[in-house]
Nanobody, 119 residues
């Protein structure tokens, strides 16, 4: 079955950096796009970044220029490098694998990793 395991969250001061990792299993990783989402308290889950199987990336406007999504197909792992972190980036970050499209779309999520940006 599909498993997504995130790691790398923690407490960081404003302006600091963190790198999140998501190890995937149960899928042909190299053939699939992956994504990172986040959910802050009292808010809906939102897209942070996505990367296609070919390495094309897109980002939420709020993180563009500060965050970088990348992938290592040999390790079946997707990364999120987060720089210049702001208190508004505080959230639980989730790795996402999406299978299918439209009515056949199924989203798989990791357990989430907490990122807290505070002085």
């Amino acid at each position: 079955q599909v498993q997504l395991v995130e790691s790398g969250g923690g407490l960081v001061q404003p302006g600091g950096s963190l790198r999140l990792s998501c190890a995937a299993s149960g899928i042909i990783f190299s053939l699939n796009g992956m994504g990172w989402y986040r959910q802050a308290p009292g808010k809906q889950r939102e897209l942070v970044a996505r990367i296609t199987s070919g390495g094309i990336t897109n980002y939420a406007d709020s993180v563009g220029g500060r965050f970088t999504i990348s992938r290592d197909n040999a390790k079946s792992t997707v990364y999120l490098q987060m720089n210049s972190l702001e208190p508004e980036d505080t959230a639980v970050y989730y790795c996402n694998y999406r299978r299918g499209t439209g009515r056949n779309q199924v989203d798989y999520w990791g357990q989430g990793t907490q990122v807290t940006v505070s002085s």
